[in-house]
């Protein structure tokens, strides 16, 4: 009983519920269940009877006689014990181009190709050179010191520092 005193009572009552919800559902799952069985007992056989003498009338009807399956039904060849590949030496296939094939480009085509790749350079050189910049400028800036002393007195020394001093 020590047990219960130290869970917490809406953990208990949670606990009850789960319990009791899957009781009620066992419950009508089971109840289901029989259901089904005693349709699918009544009907399976009618069905299939049903379905039985509508053959029969219909072979009477059209005088079809249908042979019972024999079991002298072709059957295939049996295996041979022979080995199906030949025991010559298969010839290895001729070795792949270690080159790969260049496509040759027009005067135009190579001129748009070096414009394009001296325009990815450019502007990656552009991107890092900006960015860096900026942030010296601001950096080595005086507002930048008066920014971060304003910010130190309003938000006050670091929770790392504020147990010391």
Not at 51 to 61: F, G, I, K, P
């Amino acid at each position: 009983m020590d047990i219960l005193k130290q869970l917490d009572p809406q953990a208990i009552l949670v606990l009850l519920m789960v319990i009791f919800a899957a009781i009620k559902a066992f419950f009508e799952k089971r109840k289901k269940g029989d259901g089904k069985e005693i349709l699918g007992e009544e009907t399976d056989p009618d069905l299939y009877q049903a379905y039985e003498e509508e053959l029969t009338r219909q072979r009477r009807d059209l005088q079809i006689e249908i042979s019972p399956p024999t079991s002298s039904q072709t059957s295939p060849p049996p295996l041979s014990l022979a080995v199906p590949f030949s025991t010559r030496e298969a010839t290895p296939p001729p070795p792949l181009p270690s080159t790969p094939v260049i496509p040759k480009l027009s005067i135009a085509e190579k001129q748009a190709l070096e414009a394009l790749k001296a325009r990815k350079k450019a502007s990656v050189r552009k991107a890092r050179n900006s960015t860096k910049s900026r942030v010296y400028r601001h950096l080595s800036s005086p507002t930048a010191a008066r920014e971060a002393l304003l910010l130190a007195e309003i938000l006050g020394p670091p929770k790392a520092m504020q147990g010391k001093g």
